[in-house]
């Protein structure tokens, strides 16, 4: 499974449900999961059924409290939004009404997602419709008041050098449940179509026949008008009338958690948030590309994978030549770059990073240290090459590692004293000084720094973003070591002479993108603005000076130049992180035009 908590009084594990798990998944699919939680579901075919909910990286499955089943929910693609709803339920008594957490989740609804996911899990797991859809009330409610779980997690076995599936799209997911069924299961063709009756059939007419000459419409199609409109007609449907209905269909899918120390709802978030940004960034060629990400053959796969040991060892010797002394601004810069590039391929890495106590002061201070030299104007070409690559490789680290002990305890060593250091090395003037192209090679023009500057500035706007998401779960979770809140994060930055300008350049960014010519932006550049926008809105709600200094200097500008019709031509709908991306710039819009 994805990750390890240590916490015992927090997170308690199901050796039982997470065996029937590992038994009914496949085993790339297994380690995709993320959590799971007892609690009340209720939806269109679940009346208040007490069920595990079992979070992976792509989609939701269900299973029964005592694991009998597996059926995957929804899955992410189809989710438009996950809130929480301020009620108590009626349904429940007591200190279980009182302490239960109601999360809404809407979604599209996708019949054939659920079909082949029962297509899809093993013959023992396979429930008939009575077992799925015909729960009754009371047996599944009887067991609450004496299993008050909270999420569980479990430990990942396999660390291998490999390309990670996780950032495919689509039914993935269901793809990853063994396919195996019984012969009193048989498979159902997925093209079905309506059989017509032959009194509906259109003749066919001989070619001889002029359809002009004596023969009327209603001759040659004897069904009219009013018996189209029969109770008969408009049931038949054709395929494409089907789709289009199922599109715009809706959903809800509700989750009462039944514990005071539920996570689940910010896990949801967290995942769904990773999702579709990955997704998005998956119809990116360039970015592909440029991390060197693809999606290998079966037999190629399986070349690569490798245990968990030959990784670490790989982990251990790549790490030992980066923390050795004296070592050249080339050869860091290689050794970085093959750490980023091996993150990507295989993000079981992520997890010896975070537990390799040496790594991350080491970027923070290499980070430092070329922040200053590049505001200095010394080797301002290699610096900021060198920044950017410590600061992409940091955002790569913080990304869906949010459930790995071993990264709180790194980032809230020496009471935050590493990361209060990352974020002031982070934040720099957007302004290139007449220094910083002084001394610039003939081939290299000051066009070029400023290039570079602005990668700079996008992969500081990523990190800062992940640092932000990351305290407002923490501040989410009450618990005596979660210092690192976003007014934390603020305070520490206060006193930073860049800072308003920093974040004035984030700002004036979104209003460029968003005014500029209607072409759509590439998937690379929806994703950076939907960080954008995090991070400004943090800025909004956390800090009041920087939300004076933001609303002071913008606030015409985005009440001129962006305009939420604009949206949809901007960011395309067959992008997942458009929807999200919208309701975002609408609430920072209008924040924007009503702070006085």
């Not at 990073?353 to 970027?363: G, Q």
């Not at 680290?397 to 060593?413: D, H, N």
Request: one cysteine or more.
């Amino acid at each position: 499974m994805a990750t390890t908590l240590s916490d015992d009084s927090l997170w308690r594990r199901n050796s039982k449900l997470e065996t029937f798990l590992k038994r009914s998944l496949e085993r790339d699919a297994y380690e995709r999961i993320r959590a799971y939680e007892p609690c009340v579901v209720v939806s269109e075919t679940l009346n208040k059924v007490f069920m595990h909910v079992v979070l992976s990286d792509e989609c939701i499955y269900l299973t029964e409290y005592s694991p009998r089943t597996l059926q995957q929910a929804v899955h992410f693609t189809h989710i438009l939004d996950i809130e929480l709803i301020n009620d108590l339920p009626d349904f429940l008594r007591g200190r279980e009404r009182d302490q239960s957490l109601h999360i809404r989740i809407v979604h599209t609804s996708a019949k054939d997602t659920g079909k082949r996911n029962i297509n899809s899990v093993k013959p023992q797991t396979i429930a008939s419709s009575t077992q799925q859809f015909n729960y009754g009330v009371s047996p599944s409610m009887e067991g609450i008041s004496s299993v008050l779980l909270s999420t569980h997690l479990a430990p990942s076995e396999n660390t291998s050098w490999r390309v990670s599936q996780s950032s495919k799209r689509g039914d993935d997911c269901g793809k990853g449940i063994r396919k195996s069924r019984s012969a009193s299961c048989p498979a159902y063709p997925t093209n079905l179509r309506l059989a017509l009756p032959q009194a509906l059939v259109q003749p066919q007419i001989s070619p001889d026949i002029n359809p002009l000459s004596g023969v009327t419409a209603t001759q040659l199609w004897p069904l009219t008008a009013s018996c189209r409109s029969s109770v008969l007609g408009r049931q038949i449907k054709t395929q494409e009338d089907l789709k289009e209905e199922e599109e715009k269909k809706e959903a809800e899918l509700h989750l009462y958690a039944v514990s005071l120390t539920s996570r689940i709802y910010l896990q949801l978030q967290s995942s769904w948030n990773s999702y579709i940004m990955r997704s998005t960034l998956t119809l990116d060629s360039v970015y592909m590309k440029t991390c060197s990400v693809s999606t290998p053959s079966p037999k190629k796969q399986t070349q690569h994978k490798s245990s968990g040991e030959r990784t670490s060892h790989l982990f251990s010797q790549l790490i030992g030549e980066l923390l050795q002394e004296k070592i050249s601004l080339e050869s860091l810069y290689l050794l970085l770059q093959e750490l980023f590039t091996a993150t990507h391929r295989n993000p079981s890495i992520k997890k010896f990073f975070w537990r390799c106590p040496e790594l991350y002061p080491f970027l923070v201070k290499t980070l430092e240290e070329n922040s200053q030299l590049s505001q200095d104007g010394l080797n301002t070409i290699d610096r900021l090459l060198l920044s950017t690559l410590v600061v992409q490789t940091l955002s790569v680290m913080f990304r869906e590692t949010e459930l790995e002990p071993a990264r709180l305890s790194m980032l809230t060593s020496k009471q935050g004293g590493v990361t209060a250091a990352m974020l002031l090395a982070l934040v720099c003037d957007p302004e290139l000084r007449p220094s910083h192209t002084a001394q610039l090679p003939s081939s290299q023009t000051p066009s070029y720094t400023e290039a570079l500057q602005a990668e700079y500035l996008d992969a500081a706007s990523v990190l800062l973003f992940e640092v932000v998401m990351f305290c407002l779960d923490a501040s989410r979770t009450p618990h005596p070591g979660h210092f690192l809140t976003v007014s934390w994060v603020f305070r520490t930055l206060k006193s930073h002479p860049f800072l308003p300008h920093f974040m004035g350049y984030q700002a004036k960014q979104v209003v460029l993108v968003l005014s500029d010519s209607k072409s759509p932006l590439i998937p690379s550049q929806a994703v950076l603005l939907y960080q954008r926008c995090h991070v400004l809105l943090a800025c909004l709600h956390y800090s009041t000076c920087l939300s004076t200094h933001i609303t002071s200097e913008f606030q015409e500008e985005f009440r001129y130049y962006v305009k939420i019709s604009g949206l949809e031509d901007k960011l395309p709908p067959h992008y997942p992180i458009s929807l999200p991306a919208r309701h975002l710039i609408s609430q920072l819009l209008s924040l924007m035009l009503h702070r006085p």
